[in-house]
C-alpha cells in the first residue's frame, strides 16, 4: 500500500530575462492555495495529500500552470528555477506583510539568507514509533536528497563554488537537533526549545527533517523532509519523492534499518557525520564523498544512491510505482540541476543565458507535460 504523499513548492517569479521580481502579495489575493513566504519574490504552493504518483503529478503541475497563466496578465512575467537569487538581489529584503511580527523576527535574524526556493516533501506516517523511526533513518540520509536536487550553485550573478548555496547557508534551527529517540523526546525537547528561545514557535524547527502534524508537538501525522532544494523538472521531482517513499517502505518491511539499532556508530557521531554529510552534499552534490552511517566507511553521494536504489527498485516495481523512480538514474547520468548549469558555465556560456534558457526550458515542459494529465499510461511509457 502506497503512502500518502504532499509536496510544499516555494518558486521565485520574475522576469524571462531572470529578474526576480516580488508579486506574491497579488497572486494570493488572486488565486487559491497560493501563500507568501517572509519575502514577496517567491510564492509558495501545497499539493493536497494523496497515495497516487498520477495524482501527486496532476497536482504539481496545474497549480503551477494557473500561476503561469495569471503571471502573465501582471505583464512578462514566468517562473524561475532555482533555489537562490541567481541574479540578484540578495542585498534587501523585500518584505511580503510588513506587519507581520515573525516575518519582522526572520528578516532582522537571518536576512535574506533565507529567501530561497526549495520543496518540502511530506509523506504520511499516522505510527509513531514508525514515524520517528523514519526521521531518523531519513535524516541520516537526506544528504542523498540534496545532491539528487541540489540547483543552487549561482548567487548574486556569481558562481558560488556550491551546488547548493541554499543549504549551505540556511540557517538550521535550533543549532543543535538531536536523534529523537521517542514522540516523548520530542514533545520534551520542543518545550524546552521554546522555554529557552532558541524557536520563536513551533514552525520554528529548521533543519533537514521533522515530525509534522497539525498540532506539534503533540498531533503528529507526517514526517517532513526540508532539505531538497527545488526541482523544476516534475518528473525528475517525483522521483525523488519515489526514492524517499520507496526507503521508508523498505524501513517498514525491515526494521532493523533504525539507524539507532543498526549503525556501529554512536548516536553523538551519526549527528556528527550527518552534519558533515549535508555540508559536503551541498558543496558537492552528487560527486560528495560522504561517510556512511551505518560503517563509518566513505562513499561517493551517487554511488550510496545507486546502492539504495537496487535495493528498493524491486519493492517499488511490485508496488506499481517504479516508472516514477525511475526518472533518477537520469539524474544520475546527467546531473543535477546544478551540476548541469556549472557544466554549461565552464563551456562558456554566461549566467545570466543559463539562467534565461532554463526559464524557457522549464516553461516549455511545463506546458508540454500538462497535455499528458490525462493520459498516465502515455505519460510513462
Avoid at 540534496?146 to 543552487?152: C, G
Avoid at 522521483?239 to 526507503?247: G, K, N, T, Y
Amino acid at each position: 500500500m502506497l503512502l500518502s504523499k504532499g509536496l510544499e513548492i516555494e518558486i521565485y517569479t520574475g522576469t524571462p530575462q531572470g529578474r526576480i521580481v516580488g508579486l506574491s502579495d497579488q497572486i494570493v489575493k488572486q488565486l487559491d492555495g497560493f501563500v507568501r513566504e517572509p519575502d514577496s519574490r517567491n510564492v509558495e504552493y501545497t499539493t493536497p495529500p494523496c497515495c497516487s504518483y498520477e495524482s501527486l503529478l496532476c497536482a504539481v503541475l496545474q497549480p503551477r500552470l494557473q500561476l503561469r497563466d495569471y503571471l502573465k496578465t501582471l505583464g512578462d512575467y514566468t517562473l524561475i528555477p532555482g533555489s537562490t537569487l541567481s541574479l540578484g538581489d540578495a542585498s534587501r529584503f523585500y518584505r511580503s506583510d510588513p506587519n507581520n511580527p515573525y516575518h519582522a523576527y526572520i528578516e532582522n535574524t537571518y536576512g535574506t539568507d533565507v529567501v530561497t526556493a526549495s520543496v518540502h516533501i511530506n509523506i504520511g506516517i499516522s505510527d509513531l514509533d514508525l514515524l520517528f523511526r523514519a526521521c531518523r533513518l531519513v535524516r541520516l540520509e537526506a544528504p542523498l536528497i540534496l545532491a539528487l536536487s541540489a540547483s543552487s550553485p549561482f548567487l548574486d550573478g556569481k558562481v558560488t563554488g556550491s551546488h547548493s548555496r541554499r543549504w549551505q547557508v540556511f540557517p538550521k534551527t535550533p543549532a543543535h537537533v538531536p536523534l529523537f529517540r521517542s514522540h516523548r523526546h520530542f514533545i520534551d525537547w520542543t518545550n524546552e526549545q521554546l522555554e529557552l528561545g532558541t524557536m520563536q514557535n513551533v514552525r520554528h524547527l529548521w533543519s533537514a527533517v521533522r515530525p509534522n502534524g497539525d498540532r506539534r508537538p503533540y498531533s503528529l501525522n507526517r514526517l517532513e523532509l526540508r532539505i531538497s532544494d527545488l526541482v523544476i523538472h516534475p518528473l525528475q521531482l517525483l522521483s525523488i519523492v519515489a526514492f524517499l517513499e520507496a526507503r521508508i517502505q523498505q524501513l517498514i518491511n525491515q526494521p532493523h534499518l533504525d539507524p539507532l539499532k543498526s549503525s556501529q556508530l554512536s548516536a553523538a557521531r551519526l549527528l556528527e557525520l550527518t552534519d558533515e554529510n549535508e555540508q559536503l552534499a551541498a558543496q558537492h552534490s552528487l560527486d560528495a564523498t560522504l561517510t556512511h552511517w551505518r560503517t563509518g566507511e566513505s562513499i561517493s553521494a551517487a554511488d550510496w544512491i545507486n546502492e539504495i536504489y537496487d535495493e528498493v527498485y524491486p519493492m517499488a516495481k511490485k508496488s506499481g510505482f517504479a516508472c516514477f523512480l525511475s526518472p533518477l538514474k537520469k539524474i544520475l547520468r546527467e546531473g543535477n540541476q546544478a551540476q548541469q548549469w556549472l557544466a554549461a558555465y565552464q563551456q562558456g556560456e554566461t549566467l545570466p543565458d543559463i539562467i534565461q534558457g532554463a526559464i524557457a526550458a522549464a516553461a516549455d515542459h511545463d506546458y508540454e507535460l500538462s497535455q499528458y494529465l490525462c493520459e498516465p499510461a502515455a505519460l510513462v511509457a
